[in-house]
């Protein structure tokens, strides 16, 4: 059974810093492009940053270059987002996605908020 699991979300204050992980199983990971996506309430999903299936070649939302920084184990097969100087504008459900020609896959979300 194909599953992205994402973990790490929570309540941090500004500036602060969160590292969020996604678990892959049930496919080969490696295979797979893999991204970060958020949406924040009444707005679209968008994309956060995303990381070639090998790890070469990384691509960042202008929003969020300079303090997030995603990366991936394809031997643990996870991808993770490290993030940090948070603002309150970060705040939304953070997502995984994987994606391969016409295969795409997502997880169920983890909730970041940040506030004061």
């Known amino acids: 059974q194909v599953q992205l699991v994402e973990s790490g979300g929570g309540l941090v204050q500004p500036g602060g810093s969160l590292r969020l992980s996604c678990a892959a199983s049930?496919?080969?990971?490696?295979?797979?492009?893999m991204s970060w996506y958020r949406q924040a309430p009444g707005k679209e999903r968008e994309l956060v940053a995303s990381?070639?299936?090998?790890?070469?070649?990384?691509n960042y939302a202008d929003s969020v270059k300079a303090r997030f920084t995603i990366s991936r184990d394809n031997v643990k097969n996870t991808v993770d987002l490290q993030m940090n100087n948070l603002k309150p504008e970060d705040t939304a459900v953070y997502y995984c996605k994987a994606d391969r020609s016409s295969y795409r896959y997502w997880g169920q979300g983890t909730q970041v908020t940040v506030s004061s």
């Open positions: 049930g496919f080969r990971c490696d295979w797979y492009d």
């Open positions: 990381i070639t299936s090998a790890g070469v070649s990384t």
